[in-house]
């Protein structure tokens, strides 16, 4: 067995059971030993969709993913997507072939390109060491929540792996939870007993099992209202004390409630300038608790009053247990009436300027949420748009939200919602792009099409890059260097094989329900050319941190 053979099955072995990837001649054993070994390949038509696949695919499913793809410029095309998971601490493999003679055309120093990027390395040293190494990128992908590339270099793929050699593959514990200190514990119990209008503010750390019941369970005691950050949209979706998303992409009463709380419990979530929209939402003599798993992330974007190092559920079952008592605290009668009648964006009186050629973001997506069914996943690409799908729509829970923007690059929706649908195959996959994005990612619709994905494919349309057009315009720059001419998107999304509908006006959306209450047989594409007039409300204080 060559080492190429014995590593592709050793990863399997260790527990990835999928693999994304755009296959050339330096990962074609290794990819093709994973799939002889039981693992799923789905190639994608650029690394860049590979590798974002493999991201949002170990995010949605809670499990390991791999991304296989040729040395140096596979490795290069799959750099932003690998950046964006790196970023997001998602335990992926990237699987990547390696020439070690600098003269090689197909030679760059992987290792840099990977450490500039956040992620870790391993390499494939020798043929006795090979599994052992495999699964090391493994463990250290699982037990550190990191995004790892193993690089395999051709010369060590062709060596010959002794005997026996995957006897030592195997999968890797589970990352152990933290324990938090019982006197930080007492702490938090205490503020909590004294706090009158405590939001607790659940990230990323509390998208793992029990994590909502804990909890849900702690603020039911306290009086707290419950918000979550962009990433754990949904986690808090049928409990009526929910605000949603803190940060630009809350209502108005939210922020209100958000800037009134007198303790804000930070569950895993960082607190960034996008959940607390650079701190406005923190009122002047707020207390404000952070509980993490990483002492490292504590008070890293924001003072904090105490800081809880321990593993979200733990945490709040272990304050459960500490107090006693219950407390109205921020849950009164007025705040349940208000939450209900304007805790949404889509409940809040905006003025229509839908035209007969272009309609208005929030008109087009009310009305999609209401058309599409309940049961979605739903990926969301980067840009002016963003906003839109991410306030208006509904999910039915945080695994119904994938949100691949720690880097803020366009052009990673489509493989964001393509990858979704592998996951979570009994939900209708939808993806919401800016034209920009889709236009960069649209050769993975072929992949949506080879796959037979029942997809919804939403283009807010504003022929530009809307955040530079709404950014410099006001100040009188050219913007030519930003707009486009009309295309027709729904013509690209036919050429691929979608069913298509262009949407200028609500009456347009009829097709859409139709779709939807037919057999889905292909995917559909949604052009929606919407009115481009003024920039989406978030847009402001996202340029404040640039």
């Keep these: 067995m060559k080492v190429a053979e014995a590593v592709g099955r050793a990863l399997c072995a260790a527990g990835v059971g999928q693999v994304f990837g755009v296959v050339g001649s330096g990962n074609f054993h290794v990819t093709n030993a994973m ?88 390499r494939v040293t020798s043929a006795e060491e090979a599994v052992e190494q495999a699964c090391a990128a493994v463990r250290l992908a699982v037990g550190e929540r990191r995004t790892v590339l193993l690089n395999l270099p051709l010369p060590v793929q062709a ?3 002794p005997d026996g050699a995957l006897a030592r593959a195997a999968p890797p514990p589970q990352r152990a939870p933290v324990e938090p200190d019982t006197d930080e514990v007492a702490a938090l119990s205490r503020l909590l007993g004294q706090a009158r209008r405590p939001v607790f503010v659940a990230g990323r750390g509390a998208r793992g099992p029990g994590c909502r019941e804990a909890l849900e369970a702690l603020a039911e005691r306290y009086g707290a209202l419950l918000a979550t950050s962009a990433v ?84 709040a079952r272990q304050a459960f247990e500490v107090g006693d008592g219950q407390w109205q605290g921020y849950r009164t009668a007025e705040v349940g009436t208000a939450i209900a009648a304007r805790g949404r964006l ?83 996959p939808v993806a919401a792009l800016g034209d920009g994005g889709a236009l960069m990612s649209a050769v993975d619709l072929d992949t949506v099409r080879r796959l037979g994905l ?62 939807v209450a037919g057999p889905r047989t292909v995917p559909l594409l949604v052009d929606a050319k919407v009115v481009a007039d003024r920039g989406s409300w978030w847009l402001e204080e996202a340029f404040r941190g640039h």
């Excluded at 969709?49 to 410029?73: C, E, F, K, N």
């Excluded at 996943?377 to 963003?386: E, I, K, L, P, T």
Aim: glycine share 10%; charged share 20%.
């Design 35 to 122: 799939v002889a070994a039981g693992a799923r390949f789905v190639a994608a038509r650029h690394e860049g969709g590979a590798a974002t696949m493999a991201d949002a695919y170990a995010r949605t499913s809670g499990t390991v993913a791999a991304v296989s793809v040729h040395q140096g410029p596979g490795l290069t095309n799959a750099m932003t997507g690998i950046t964006e998971a790196a970023k997001s601490r998602t335990p992926l493999v990237v699987l990547a072939a390696e020439v070690t003679e600098p003269r090689s055309n197909f030679y760059v120093d992987q290792e840099a390109l990977a450490r500039a990027v956040g992620a870790a390395t391993v």
């Design 159 to 161: 060596l010959e792996a």
């Design 232 to 315: 754990t949209h949904g986690l808090f979706r049928k409990n009526p004390w929910s605000l949603g998303i803190s940060g630009g992409f809350a209502s108005p009463l939210v922020a209100e409630l958000l800037q009134g709380a007198d303790l804000i419990v930070a569950w895993g979530c960082a607190l960034n300038m996008w959940t607390m929209r650079h701190g406005n939402l923190i009122g002047a003599h707020a207390t404000v608790v952070q509980v993490d798993d990483e002492s490292s992330a504590l008070g890293a974007h924001r003072p904090v009053q105490l800081g809880v190092t321990g593993d979200v559920q733990l945490t």
């Design 346 to 428: 889509r409940d809040v009186p905006y003025e229509d300027r839908s035209t007969r050629e272009r309609i208005d973001p929030r008109t087009l997506s009310i009305a999609l949420d209401d058309i599409l069914p309940a049961e979605r996943v739903v990926g969301v690409d980067s840009g002016n748009f963003m906003g839109y799908p991410s306030a208006y729509w509904s999910v039915p829970d945080e695994n119904g939200f994938c949100f691949t923007q720690a880097f803020q690059s366009i052009g990673l929706g489509l493989a964001t919602a393509t990858e979704a649908a592998l996951a979570q195959p009994d939900r209708l």
């Design 454 to 515: 029942p997809m919804v494919v939403v283009v807010y349309d504003d022929e530009a890059y809307g955040a530079e057009v709404h950014h410099f315009g006001p100040h009188g720059h050219p913007l030519d260097t930003v707009r486009f001419p009309p295309t027709d998107i729904a013509a690209v999304g036919r050429g691929y094989g979608f069913e298509a509908v262009t949407v200028r006006t609500r009456a347009d959306l009829k097709p859409v329900a139709d779709w």
